[in-house]
């Protein structure tokens, strides 16, 4: 069992820095944009006919980062953003 956790505990390691080799695709760097504003650049809000309230997003600090806030209050939405990713080039996808 031992022996096991070993083995998976290299693996997961051997993959994360193969992955830190890789290219990076930026899909949102949100920390780059302005507090203030409602929807990232290139963001869309998807909606749901049968939720007639949606959550609202703003970009705000928090600390000394930059992130999108949302807020929900009986209600349901989400961030969307159409991006093309090979994933030849891109094997990886991650977010934060």
Do not use: C, N
Not at 36 to 48: D, N
Not at 79 to 92: A, H
């Amino acid at each position: 069992m031992i022996h096991l956790f070993m083995m998976l505990g290299i693996g997961l390691w051997s993959a994360s820095v193969w992955a830190q080799d890789r290219p990076v695709l930026e899909v949102g760097k949100f920390s780059s944009d302005e507090p203030g504003i409602s929807l990232p650049e290139g963001w869309k809000p998807l909606t749901f006919k049968k939720i007639p309230k949606l959550t609202t997003y703003e970009v705000v600090k928090d600390g000394e980062r930059v992130v999108v806030k949302a807020t929900s209050d009986a209600s349901a939405s989400g961030l969307t953003k159409e991006v093309k990713i090979d994933p030849k080039d891109f094997p990886f996808v991650r977010w934060q």
